[in-house]
């Protein structure tokens, strides 16, 4: 069974940095393209980042210049560097690794960002 495991959420204050981690197992992991969601409180989910398996990026408009898709093919693990942060940024973020009709979820980490 696909596994996605998050890590590196927690409290910070406004105008800090986190750094989340996904690692993978039991997928092709090279091929897939994988990306960070987040849903707010009383917020939709939505896509903060992505980067394909050739290594194009994608970014929320409200994420631009703070944050950092990047993959390790060989660790299979995908990670979101993120400065700056702010109170708008707490959310729990889920790592997603899709590829056709194949799509797989983390059970997410929360991050909080104090003000």
């Known amino acids: 069974q696909v596994q996605l495991v998050e890590s590196g959420g927690g409290l910070v204050q406004a105008g800090g940095s986190l750094r989340l981690s996904c690692a993978a197992s039991?997928?092709?992991?090279?091929?897939?393209?994988m990306g960070w969601y987040r849903q707010g409180p009383g917020k939709q989910r939505e896509l903060v980042a992505s980067?394909?398996?050739?290594?194009?990026?994608n970014y929320a408009d409200s994420v631009k210049g703070r944050f950092t898709i990047s993959r390790d093919n060989v660790k299979n693990t995908v990670y979101l560097q993120m400065n700056s942060l702010k109170p708008e940024d707490t959310a729990i973020y889920y790592c997603?690794?899709?590829?056709?009709?194949?799509?797989?979820w983390g059970q997410g980490t929360q991050v909080t960002v104090s003000s």
């Open positions: 039991r997928i092709t992991f090279g091929i897939n393209r």
């Open positions: 980067i394909s398996s050739g290594g194009a990026t």
């Open positions: 997603n690794s899709k590829r056709f009709e194949f799509e797989y």
